[in-house]
């Protein structure tokens, strides 16, 4: 068993228990439920650097990057620099991540949020909604196009934009369909954890028009964002490089300042 496949098993089994703790219709008494989502595909088409700041705590593929920092002075040090959106990781066995640090996120900044998570079932769908997401990420990896179709619509029917993630050719063309606001290609592969630019490279001319196209992972310079905005990207979701600083919102800002320079 690869690395996702061990994390998806293991998301099965937790969704299994929620399910068994907490209905849907439960969670569907939230107040955040009716509180209008910000767009983030809007945000980045009207951006110039088009930052997508994550909180990440530790990975798999690194181990620890930072535990120590309160999830609220990220969130409010990335708004502060500029950055487009926020990606908050919620899984907390592989990431150090909790539902606790996206509504925590939530009530410290009003830049639209991404819940980072692996998504399977419908279910953490209405609970990104109900803990304050704007955007969530499907990773075409571990979905079927059926099961794309399905999630991505109800995300769509709860005012929530949908971010599909690719990482070769074959995903990429089970995966389009006009229910996805922005596609991401990941320049890790999630079974090796190799990382390339090259993949965004590569990838970014079979990406249509009307989907907002996002770079994923392993960007660390202003330099590698220049590139890869000639290839049409729009966004670049960056974690590591910020977040293994003292403080990720001041590395963010320093980042954006040069690449708007
Ligand atoms: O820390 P990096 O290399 O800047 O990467 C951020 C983000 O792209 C990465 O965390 C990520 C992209 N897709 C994912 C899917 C699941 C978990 C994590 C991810």
Redo the contacts with the bound molecule.
Sequence with gaps: MNILDKIVADKRKEVDLKKSLITISQLETSILMERTSISLAEALRQSNSGIIA?H?RR?PSKSVINQGLSVQDVAKGYADAGACGM?V?TDGKY?GGSLDDLILARAATNIPILR?E?IIDEYQIVEAKAYGADVI?L?AAILSREEIKTLSELAKKLGLDVLL?VHNEAELKKSLMPSLDMLGV?N?N?KTFE?SLETSKTLSSNIPDDFVKVS????SSVEAIRELKEFDFQGF?????FMKTDNPGVSASGFIKKLEA
């Excluded at 994923?216 to 960007?219: A, D, K, R």
């Excluded at 979701?237 to 490089?241: Q, R, S």
């Design positions: 994550e990440k990975s990606s990781l990431f980072k692996f990420l990773i993630e990941n890790r999630l990382v994923e992972s392993g960007i979701l960056i974690g590591e490089n």
